[in-house]
């Protein structure tokens, strides 16, 4: 049987990592820099973020938004911060006190470990992993674990139904969002995210020589990923799982002082996550505009980094729109549009996205 | 020892005592939170064995969809929220089963592969793993991924609704929500049998 798969398995490319700009140095001096990229990828990118969101929103709705903290309100989200460390850690009498306390690492470490592989620009990234885009998957898929114990150890109604609207939402949106992964990895015949964007900067729109993101023959994809993104993180209209007007705040009621800061800290990281997935999957990466390509260099990885980050918050703002533009929806049309919809359409772009892979070759 | 060594008995003797704990919490949650600690714990043991494709099936599937539908489950139906205990009483028991099963199978699997070694500890490529799957093993593959499917389609046809379509009989919910004011018509609807909810409103 050996002999039969042999010549095959000589034709597939063997997988070499991309080489990283931080494996400079010792092991130390690289593993330090990694560290450092993870931490400002986690803690400073979301407050600019965030920042974002707050201004963003308060123009929308024809208010200016924080204007004291620092200039233009730019440090109220570090105000925010050194408010909540210093707030009282509240455990409410009936809860299970370990799972309650343990709850809200789950998410953030989840979180902080996807950003290992996410690529800003050549060589400017922690790992380049064969499995990468699989590795972001499966470790963000481990975030709803925490939710549902913060739901189910606060003791509190509220917070249990809140836990479970999200393991429900959170289950039936990874599946679109899986499948539609999966058809951009076909396309690109890897699932390494480095090889994915250099993937598109070589990809053409069927065979005429033009250059193009994987948004414009996957649009369908593109739609449902971001969609099913909104939902995993359970933002507007997707945010029933928090329903304030129905669950007072749903499973993070009882978090107060830090534990309610590191939620709000995976959801901003979370969306900055999400946008990364988005811009590396569909919208080129560190590419400035389809067929040009970055200088080399110091100054292309510099505007790698910007352009990556410009992507990112472009998407970061879509977010925010739809949050201010739209209404909650239901929990069952939320079911319903991932089972009847979603699911089908993503199965429907897989099967577009495979036979077009062999017809063009 | 190599540093290698090291990290597989630490993560292994983790996966060993949440196991343990699995089946001798009191607390029915805690038991579903440690069958979770459990499994990535394996997931933890093949990525030590390098074999990453594996351990991340592992993570997305057991830890991020079956641990979650155990907890769902639990929660749905009768979990005791906070810190009061639902024991099944029935640790004793479950420790003595599960303590058998681990002799039985770890002692098939050293008489299976006990004197088969491997020197060289280095996973196969995910290109490989997609040919072996989809060349060699494609029939046995496609038979057990039917067999998913049959269960999947005997768990809608179990859980659905004996009168049709689940999602017809709405006519009971909307009264009670109070969209129609014939109150009386709800008892009788939920006392006939057969359900013929669309009556209730003529």
């Known amino acids: 049987m050996t002999t039969v798969i042999a010549p095959v398995a000589t034709l597939l490319p063997v997988f070499a990592p991309a080489e990283s700009l931080l494996d400079t140095g010792g092991t130390v001096v690289s593993l330090l820099l990694k560290i450092a990229f993870i931490t400002v990828m986690f803690l400073v990118v979301p407050l600019v973020g965030g920042y974002l969101e707050h201004k963003g929103m308060a123009r929308l709705q024809n208010r200016r938004g924080p204007v004291e903290a620092g200039p233009a309100g730019s440090l109220q989200l570090v105000a925010d911060g050194i408010k909540f460390i210093q707030k009282e850690d509240i455990i409410p009498g009936a809860a299970d006190r370990k799972v309650f306390a343990m709850a809200p690492a789950i998410g953030l470490v989840a979180t902080l470990l996807s950003f290992a592989v996410i690529p800003l620009a050549p060589g400017l990234f922690a790992l380049d992993l064969e499995l990468g885009l699989f590795y972001v998957l499966a470790i963000s898929s481990v975030g709803v674990l925490g939710i549902m114990m913060a739901g189910w150890a606060s003791a509190n109604k509220f917070s249990l139904i809140g836990g479970l609207r999200a393991a429900a939402q959170l289950i039936a949106y990874e599946l679109p969002l899986i499948l539609v992964a999966v058809a951009v990895a076909l396309q690109a015949g890897t699932l390494s995210l480095v090889g994915i964007v250099e993937a598109q900067q070589s990809s053409e729109l069927f065979g005429t020589g033009i250059s193009m993101w994987y948004v414009f023959p996957q649009a369908l994809g593109f739609g449902i990923f971001f969609l099913a993104a909104l939902a995993e993180l359970s933002r507007p209209p997707f945010d029933m799982p928090i329903g304030d007007s129905e669950l007072v705040f749903g499973y993070i009621t009882e978090y107060s002082g830090i534990k309610f800061a590191m939620f709000l800290l995976t959801e901003y990281a979370g969306m900055i996550l999400m946008s990364g997935l988005t811009v590396v999957l569909f919208l080129g990466g560190w590419q400035p505009l389809p067929g040009l390509d970055l200088p080399d260099g110091a100054l292309g990885v510099l505007l790698g980094a910007g352009v990556t980050l410009g992507k990112i918050m472009l998407l970061v703002f879509v977010m925010i729109w739809v949050r201010v533009a739209y209404p909650r929806l239901r929990e069952d049309q939320l079911q319903r549009i991932s089972w009847t919809v979603l699911v089908p359409l993503s199965l429907v772009n897989l099967a577009v996205v495979a036979v077009g892979k062999v017809v063009a070759g | 020892m190599t540093g290698l060594d090291l990290i597989f008995a630490v993560v292994g003797l983790i ?84 303590g058998a099963l681990f002799v039985l199978l770890s002692g098939l699997i050293i008489a299976a592969f006990g004197d088969v070694r491997v020197d060289t500890v280095g996973g196969p490529r995910t290109a490989d793993i997609g040919l072996a799957l989809f060349r060699d093993w494609v029939l046995p593959f496609e038979v057990l991924s039917m067999l998913l499917l049959a269960a999947l389609v005997g768990a809608i046809v179990l859980s659905r609704r004996e009168d049709g379509e689940s999602g017809e009989v709405e006519d009971v919910t909307r009264i009670l929500l109070a969209d129609d004011p014939d109150l009386d018509g709800v008892d009788d609807a939920d006392a006939s049998a057969d359900g013929a909810a669309g009556e209730v409103r003529a």
């Not at chain 2, 949440?18 to 997931?43: D, E």
């Open chain 2, 15 to 98: 996966t060993a005592a949440a196991a343990i704990k699995t089946v001798t919490s009191t607390n029915l949650v805690h038991a579903a939170l440690f069958l979770a600690v459990t499994l990535a714990g394996i997931a933890g043991v093949f990525l030590v064995l390098s074999a990453d494709f594996l351990a991340l099936v592992q993570l997305v599937v057991y830890v991020g969809a079956v641990a979650v539908l155990f907890l769902f489950g639990l929660m749905l139906t009768r979990a005791p929220i906070g810190r009061e205990a639902l024991d099944s009483d029935h640790r004793g028991l479950a420790l003595g089963v599960s």
